[in-house]
């Protein structure tokens, strides 16, 4: 047993002093670390974070413009007239400004909020 521990006991002696002599082991542990440090400060891609950092102004636009899109679509079925397009379209085009006014106020709502903290 005692020669073959001390062949082992060599044998790692000797893998400790080939590692103190690698000029790259030193380099492989800064990029490992920085290789760390970075997949730590990736987030993962989420919709819902990136619909809450858009601001309520372009919400109200988008949801504005959504609503009167499906009036544009609705109106000329239920009105047939020539003026019953242009008329759809120019209420899509008010509801996307209406949205998008009542987005600035809660936009500025919420900025007055955190002031007052």
């Known amino acids: 047993m005692a020669p073959e521990s001390e062949q082992e006991r060599l044998r790692r002696l000797r893998d400790r002093q080939i590692a103190t002599r690698d000029p790259q082991s030193k380099q492989r542990q800064l ?34 413009l959504a609503i009167g899109a499906l009036g544009v679509a609705i109106v000329p079925l239920l ?10 379209g120019v209420i899509a085009l008010f509801l996307a400004i209406l949205g998008m006014i009542i987005g600035r106020a809660a936009d500025t709502r919420d900025s007055l909020k955190d002031l007052m903290r």
């Not at 009105?79 to 759809?88: G, H, N, T």
């Open 31 to 64: 990029h490992g670390k920085i290789a760390r440090k970075q997949r730590g400060a990736v987030e993962a891609f989420s919709l819902g974070k990136i619909w809450s950092e858009i601001p309520s102004m372009w919400k109200g636009a988008f949801f504005g």
């Open 79 to 88: 009105w047939v007239s020539p003026w019953s397009l242009p008329c759809a």
